[in-house]
């Protein structure tokens, strides 16, 4: 049975740097699917990527690998593009996926770019990849068949409306999943109603949106699915545990989902359970872990650094995590349409609902008043009024003269920007908006519509309530005081002698606050007292329900800083690092430790730091007071929308960059092309010339080649003429044929003749040989029977006996039997004799011997003729064997059958045997006769045959030649009209290739146009963002260059110089001698008659011409400071603090409901200090608490006495001193220290 194949679905894996190693792991996953099941195509719904601006080089391999082997384990892979993919918004042609080179490897590997209709393994297919506009994939849907349509199946990259985006908001306290987060757009599922169904990337969570008609969720038919992300790529997949991939039977739609064994790669924890090591190892390796519960800092550093140990991955930042829909969270996946409508569905439950947040900014009151009556009023800037004023005296370029209406306008909206509630942030605002001068514009400004800065846009009242001190500077243990119990509303000055503690108070507020000292040197733990060396802490509570504590070498906190409302510790204001959480304190409290000493602290050194520092730290300031911190904010928001517009202008030169790239490529194409075909057409003409030329020569050649067949053809006829030899050869062979069987008989005949004559000779030899031997033979016989004669006379010796004995075993048979035995006798005859004479010794002995001599001699010849006679006998009788054996040798020797010898000893007689030689000899001469005229005429034969076997190869030859030439001619011909109509093929497809690459030339031509105008307008616009950039800029610029802050400040001023003479009137009006003290623009303020001085100018009447300080904020020349005595100089330093004061009190984000002076104005004389006390009581209409630290006696005095002469409150005096336990205060006659509490001094 055939398994059916079907199509792997996945998308949105996002390759990136972060956790690449996951990514990689997971993309072998998919790619080994294929392997496990019959998958004839790939389909990846989009996302390979996750950044469309730049990709690592790991990166890319990575993915080019993963692809690789999914494009080598499947016939077919379809990528379709999805907005990551992207390389420029809007431009749907450049893909990042350029970098992989993914063109090359079609048609097994396809990029789907365009919206399209296809037709996959027999099943019909719209592919949609990411647009911007899903109204143009709905459009390609209506327009489809509806009959096609139900069986077609879509592969997208879609934002659906009530699509699930995060499937679990986590509770960062449980850590428990809650409800799902559901995208807010325009797009929905109904659309997609008309195909069979439809499986899309974009959204991580893997899901089936069913038609409305079908809640049940049984018929899957019109539904979308995302296949979701493959493994968990954020934390906004936490316990989205189900990722993978899809399995799809093309024929039946039904679908098999696999599970990725490699999903899970964020888990949470419990904190108590990581602290208490209750924690699975397994559950947390090579993973990111968010941690959860109630945490503190201490907690939450400690869980996180047992869980890096335990090794975890990483762990989540100490932040909560925040619900609902968020779209800076989103990024790239929320489009521009669904934005704008979720803005307006908000707007629209804004103005329904109202805004139920309670408004922490309270109303200022009037900032301003004459100091006479305690009232300042400032005011409000009017900063339309300033927008177009600043606009219309500048001379600007031609580029920017005639925009002037849309410079105002920017600058208007750039304010109104920082001025609105917070869901009109500049991130959701584009720089079009900015431009937009209908009032369609959700920024539109009507024209009466004035922008203000009278208010900051939070204000943060520092109203003290209590401060706890602890092992801080003089204060050993802890010293606790209540402002309402232990200082009076109004005055307090802290007196006592030098390092008695006057200044901890004032110290501990700062330090608790900002993390510094007022005096300088201290290094950050000189803080801690000496005594304790640890432990130092300083805890503020302010009446709006604030308390910010601060520690330092602290057991438990270490050198933190916590800042609690109503007793709940408020842990955004904890960053990383001490920088950041003192950044977000000073943004809580609306000023910094510079700003704060200038203008709520006056010490010796703080109100001259205003008048040393440089311009730029002075306009800081100037600006901070006028509450011109809108300014900042105002110039971040033209540098994001200028950033706006560089990144679009960039993106749009680098299109037109890379548009006019491909038409220079494309013209380049053309002239190639051109080229190329004037080549080809060259080629065609020359091999038509050519294959003419060469036909000519071939029909000439085939001309020769027939004459001279027609001639070999004729010749080869006349040899077949000539008569035929075969028959006289034939005979002659049968002559020839019985001269041989004749010449072979008597050959045979002859053989036996020899064979026969030869046996006669051998017989005549051996019978004469044997004849001889007989003689021989008879006349040995005689002489033996003469030696055997006379042994019979001879005397036998002893010693013959024993040699008897052994010829007798020889035998007796024969003469030589005979003799032996005669010998035997004789010799045991001689020995009987002797051994009877033995007696005569030497006689008989000689005797004896010459017997003994004579006998050997004699049977030695009888031995030697007996032996003879033997070898003659043997002789004969081999002989007589010879003979018998004659026709057996000859037969063997001659090779003729020995029957045949035999025949021929019995019928050939000898006279026949000597004539066969003869006869032979004539049969061999007839043969060889025969032979030679044979061998004539067969050499006669085969030279005729040879000629006509030559001239018919000849024949043959030249017609092979003539059908190889013929044949030969035929090839080239068709290979000639073959490079012809490859040729012309070439010429064909050149021709319409430069048809179309001169087509695109032109589309290419009009984009260039159409990108040149549009890089022209976002150039235009940048000149507006620039222009404002540089009127916003705090750097330090030439004084002839007109800055808006310069513009503003400029206006403003006159503000700060009236309060300055106003209170300047106040430091001088009770010294009688100060008509003749001052001079130039002081002496103005004292021209009046009488002793006393005029009053201070009215709120209504305009500023006069005098100023203290001039437009580069400097001291006016007219004044002559720097001629000025001490104490002079002094009242100046003073009063321009205590404007700074009324100025930031009225305008700044931060409003002190206190003032801290540290001896400031000591020095002074009797007038001077009663003229700043004076100062000081008007201040305490405003203020709740001024605090002054003094040495001088006539100045407690002067105080003491003035609050019982007037009438007036006056001054509490709390006293500081040195304690048992550190420094301890005296209030009232009550010892405020840390050793016991409160105590009667």
Not at 190 to 203: K, Y
Not at 1144 to 1169: I, K
């Amino acid at each position: 049975m055939k398994v059916k194949s079907r199509w792997l679905l996945a998308s949105d894996l996002h390759f990136k740097l972060h956790d690449l190693d996951r990514v990689a792991r997971t993309a072998d996953w998919i790619a080994s699917i294929p392997h496990q099941y019959n998958v004839s195509r790939a389909i990846i719904c989009g996302d390979l990527f996750t950044t469309r601006t730049s990709q690592p080089t790991n990166v890319l391999a990575a993915c080019y690998r993963f692809l690789d082997k999914l494009g080598s384990a499947v016939p077919h892979m379809d990528i379709i593009l999805g907005n990551h993919d992207l390389a420029y918004r809007r431009d749907y042609t450049t893909s990042a996926l350029e970098a992989l080179a993914i063109a090359r490897l079609a048609p097994f590997v396809t990029l789907h770019t365009e919206i399209g209709f296809h037709k996959w393994d027999g099943r019909d297919v719209l592919v949609m990849p990411f647009r911007e506009d899903q109204g143009e994939i709905i459009k390609h849907i209506r327009d489809l068949d509806p009959n096609i349509a139900e069986k077609t199946v879509g592969f997208a990259h879609l934002a659906i409306n009530r699509a699930i985006t995060q499937k679990h908001i986590i509770n960062p306290e449980t850590g428990m999943a809650g409800l799902p987060n559901r995208y807010p757009g325009l797009t929905s599922a109904g659309e997609f109603a008309p195909l069979a169904r439809t499986f899309t990337g974009h959204f991580h969570s893997h899901q089936t949106i069913f038609q409305a008609t079908n809640q049940n969720g049984q018929d899957p038919r019109g539904s979308i699915t995302y296949i979701g992300a493959p493994l968990q790529l954020t934390w906004a997949d936490l316990f989205d545990t189900r990722k993978g991939a899809i399995l799809l039977d093309p024929e039946t739609l039904d679908v098999e989902f696999l599970d990725n064994p490699h999903a899970v790669g964020y888990t949470c924890v419990e904190a108590q359970e990581v602290l208490a090591g209750r924690i699975d190892i397994d559950q947390i390796r090579d993973k990111h872990v968010m941690v959860t519960g109630k945490l503190s800092m201490y907690k939450y550093i400690s869980a996180r650094d047992r869980l890096v140990k335990l090794g975890a991955r990483s762990v989540r930042d100490w932040k909560h995590v925040v619900s609902g829909f968020s779209q800076s969270g989103l990024g790239k996946t929320m489009l521009p349409a669904d934005i704008q409508n979720r803005r307006n569905r908000e707007e629209e439950v804004s103005e329904a609902v109202g805004n139920t947040l309670p408004n922490l900014t309270s109303p200022l009151t009037a900032a301003s008043s004459e100091l006479a009556t305690g009232k300042v009023e400032l005011k409000p800037i009017d900063l339309t009024g300033l927008i177009e004023e600043y606009v219309s005296s500048l001379d600007l370029e031609s580029t920017l003269d005639d925009r002037r209406d849309i410079l105002s306008l920017v600058g208007k909206r750039l304010f109104n920007l920082r001025n609105s509630s917070s869901d009109k942030v500049d991130y959701d605002v584009k720089y079009k908006d900015m431009l937009d001068p209908s009032p369609q514009s959700a920024l539109f400004i009507p024209a009466n519509d004035a922008l203000q800065t009278s208010k900051a846009e939070t204000i943060f009242v520092a109203d003290p309530v209590s401060i706890e001190i602890t092992n801080f500077l003089g204060v050993q243990g802890t010293l606790s005081l209540d402002f309402k119990q232990h200082f009076q509303p109004g005055i307090n000055l802290i007196v006592g002698h030098n390092g008695a503690g006057k200044s901890t108070i004032i110290e501990a507020i700062v330090w608790c606050q900002f993390g510094q000292c007022i005096r300088g040197g201290l290094g950050v733990n000189d803080v801690v007292n000496d005594v304790a060396k640890k432990n130092c802490n300083v805890r503020l509570t302010f009446a709006n329900g604030y308390t910010i504590s601060r520690f330092r070498k602290h057991a438990e906190f270490r050198n933190g800083v916590i800042v609690e409302k109503d007793g709940v510790i408020q842990s955004q204001f904890e960053g990383p690092d001490a920088k950041s959480t003192q950044a977000s304190i000073d943004s809580l409290l609306g000023v910094d430790f510079d700003t704060f000493i200038r203008i709520v602290l006056l010490g010796n050194e703080s109100a001259p730091s205003f008048l040393n520092s440089n311009p730029l730290q002075k306009r800081q300031l100037i600006e901070l007071v006028l509450g011109l911190e809108v300014l900042d904010g105002c110039a971040e928001t033209c540098n994001s929308m200028l950033n706006q517009v560089e990144e679009e202008l960039g993106g749009m030169q680098s299109q037109l960059g890379g548009v006019t790239h491909k038409a220079e490529l494309l013209t380049s194409r053309v002239g190639q092309i051109n080229q190329t075909l004037k080549l080809l057409q060259q080629e065609v003409a020359s091999l038509a010339k050519e294959m003419e030329g060469k036909k000519l020569k071939h029909e000439a050649i085939m001309n020769q080649k027939e004459l001279v067949g027609k001639k070999l053809r004729e010749s080869l006829e006349a040899e077949k003429l000539l008569p035929d030899l075969k028959p006289k050869l034939l005979s002659l062979r049968s002559d020839i044929s019985s001269a041989q069987n004749e010449v072979d008989r008597l050959d045979v005949l002859a053989r036996l003749a020899q064979a026969r004559s030869f046996i006669d000779r051998e017989r005549v030899i051996i019978e004469q040989e044997v004849i001889t031997t007989n003689t021989q033979l008879h006349h040995h016989q005689d002489d033996l029977q003469r030696l055997i004669e006379e042994n019979s006379v001879l005397d036998i010796p002893s010693s013959s006996i024993d040699e008897h004995k052994d010829i007798k075993r020889d035998g007796n048979s024969g003469a030589q039997g005979f003799i032996l035995n005669v010998t035997l006798a004789f010799r045991k005859f001689w020995t009987s004799i002797l051994n009877i004479v033995s007696p005569r010794a030497r006689e008989i002995a000689l005797r004896a011997m010459e017997a003994r001599r004579r006998w050997d001699e004699h049977t030695k010849a009888v031995i030697t003729l007996t032996n003879r006679i033997t070898h003659m006998q043997d002789r004969i009788a081999s002989m007589m064997d010879n003979i018998a054996s004659l026709p057996s040798n000859v037969a063997s020797q001659t090779g003729i059958n020995e029957g045949d010898v035999h025949l021929a000893l019995r019928k050939l007689t000898a006279q026949e045997a000597l004539k066969v030689p003869r006869q032979l000899t004539l049969a061999i001469d007839e043969l060889r006769t025969l032979s030679n005229r044979h061998t004539q005429l067969q050499l006669e034969h085969e030279t005729r045959e040879k000629k006509r076997l030559r001239k018919q190869r000849d024949v043959e030859e030249h017609e092979k030649q003539t059908e190889s030439i013929r044949k030969s001619w035929t090839e080239s011909f068709n290979k000639y009209h073959l490079s012809l109509a490859r040729k012309e093929q070439e010429i064909t497809t050149h021709k319409e290739l430069l048809e179309s690459e001169v087509e695109s030339l032109a589309k290419y031509s009009h984009q260039i146009v159409d990108l040149r105008k549009e890089v022209a307008s976002i150039d235009s616009n940048r000149e507006i963002f620039a222009f404002w950039q540089s009127a916003l800029t705090r750097r330090q610029v030439s004084a002839s260059r007109h800055t808006f802050r310069r513009h503003v400040i400029g206006r403003h001023l006159g503000e700060l110089n009236k309060l300055l003479g106003q209170i300047l009137m106040v430091m001088y009006q009770d010294a009688h001698y100060a008509r003749h003290m001052t001079s130039g623009a002081l002496k103005t303020l004292f021209e009046d008659d009488g002793e006393t001085p005029s009053p201070p100018p009215s709120n209504n009447e305009e500023e006069g011409s005098t100023s203290v300080l001039e437009p580069s904020l400097s001291m006016a020349s007219t004044l002559g400071y720097s001629k000025k005595s001490g104490g002079e100089r002094k009242r100046v330093d003073l009063a321009l603090f205590f404007a700074l004061f009324v100025m930031s009190e009225a305008r700044s984000a931060h409003r002190a409901r206190y003032m801290l002076v540290d001896e400031a104005f000591d020095g002074l004389d009797a007038a001077g200090q009663a003229a700043v006390l004076k100062l000081c009581h008007w201040m305490t209409g405003r203020l709740a608490y001024v605090f002054v630290i003094t040495h001088s006696r006539s100045f407690i005095t002067l105080a003491e006495d003035e609050g019982g002469a007037e009438g007036e409150v006056g001054a509490s005096v709390v006293m500081a001193k040195a304690g048992e336990k550190g420094t301890e205060f005296v209030v009232n006659g009550v010892c405020v220290s840390s050793a016991a509490g409160e105590r009667e001094d």
